[in-house]
Nanobody, 115 residues
Framework: QVHVVESGGGLVQPGGSLRLSCVFS????????MGWYRQAPGKQRELVAR???????MYADSVKGRFTISRDNSKNTVYLQMNSLKPEDTAAYYC?????????WGQGTQVTVSS
């Protein structure tokens, strides 16, 4: 079971940047791979990016080249640096296990990209 607290969302203009933070806790196995997910109205939740304990990363095609996931294991925190934001990035962003996510999701943090 992964417990998370997401923060860093907000309103930003197209082309702008935001950095999301997720403070997490859980079993060794549950936090080995962490991921950022997002869900926009009318769409399924999608995996945006994930990172292993050792720093191996994977990105969705829609964000590749614009977003960067990272983690600080000493602080139990995973980050999502979002650059060149587009209106279609507007969604609620969630942090969870990247391979086997917990059935219980956090509050998420809202990212709105609009002019």
């Amino acid at each position: 079971q992964v417990h998370v607290v997401e923060s860093g969302g907000g309103l930003v203009q197209p082309g702008g940047s935001l950095r999301l933070s997720c403070v997490f806790s859980g079993s060794i196995a549950s936090i080995y791979t962490m991921g950022w997910y997002r869900q926009a109205p009318g769409k399924q939740r999608e995996l945006v990016a994930r990172i292993t304990y050792g720093g191996n990363k994977m990105y969705a095609d829609s964000v590749k080249g614009r977003f960067t996931i990272s983690r600080d294991n000493s602080k139990n925190t995973v980050y999502l640096q979002m650059n060149s934001l587009k209106p279609e990035d507007t969604a609620a962003y969630y942090c969870n296990g990247g391979s086997t996510p917990s059935l219980y999701w956090g509050q998420g943090t809202q990212v709105t990209v609009s002019s």
